[in-house]
């Protein structure tokens, strides 16, 4: 792997003004490799869901930069940053958000639609184990099931960084490992970068790249050499 794919440089964010101002990102710098799967790491209020939001294009940065292959997203207007979210990020979130009146399929095939070299839906549907309940609509799936259309949804677009805040977040310890599972098997066959925020340390031993945030400021960064298998974790 060649590191720099995603190169984040002296990041900062602050919300509010004058003396109630909160310095939430302090000059953040790292750099994932393609097809790394990096987890962050952090407390509540550490700065991780903001700093995935900015790589996301959905917030943005007081200043620093970052850029995607050789893309500065920093400098981008709002119409050319939509166009980049489209072609190259999915978003997997804590909460599903899928359409109540979509079935599986359909929910997946909205991802489809805004891509420029989607996925085969179909064979999506195989891999997230979804094909017999294409039909289905979210409120007939259980909650592992309604994550596993929601990263369907994502994945279809075929982008090239896969960002997830707490994917794991609402669900139970067997389902969280089957979601586990899955992000790993998609980074695998499709060699997706894969960022997951989360505050769940166990989560950090199946990932390549561990970044750890305190404070708005990067307190740990490194490659973990004794990857487990998404199975083998515990918690």
């Not at 909205?110 to 195989?126: K, Q, T």
């Not at 994945?155 to 994917?167: A, F, G, R, S, T």
Request: contains cysteine.
């Amino acid at each position: 792997m060649t590191n720099g794919f995603l190169e984040i440089k002296d990041l900062r964010k602050g919300f509010g003004e004058g003396e109630t101002r909160q310095e939430v990102l302090q000059g953040i710098n790292f750099s994932v490799a393609k097809g790394e799967i990096c987890t962050l790491l952090g407390p509540s209020g550490s700065g991780k869901s903001t700093l995935l939001n900015i790589i996301g294009g959905i917030d943005s940065c007081d200043s620093g930069s970052i850029s995607i292959n050789g893309d500065e997203l920093t400098g981008m207007g709002e119409a050319a940053l939509t166009q980049y979210r489209r072609r190259h990020l999915g978003y997997v979130f804590q909460l599903y958000n899928l359409i109540p009146n979509l079935n599986v399929k359909e929910n997946i095939e909205v991802g489809a639609y805004i891509s420029d070299d989607p996925l085969d839906v179909n064979e999506l549907l195989d891999v997230l184990g979804l094909a017999e309940h294409k039909h289905k609509l979210p409120n007939q799936l259980s909650g592992g099931q309604q994550q596993r259309v929601s990263i369907g949804r994502a994945i279809v677009k075929n982008p090239d960084i896969l960002l997830c805040d707490e994917p794991t977040g609402a669900l139970d310890y067997k389902t969280s490992k089957e979601i586990l599972r899955l992000i790993e098997d998609i980074n695998k066959k499709y060699n997706n970068t894969v960022l997951i925020v989360t505050h769940n340390e166990a989560i950090r031993f199946m990932a390549d790249h561990v970044i750890r945030l305190r404070d708005g400021v990067v307190r740990q960064d490194e490659i973990n050499t004794h990857k487990l298998a998404a199975a083998e974790l515990e918690w």
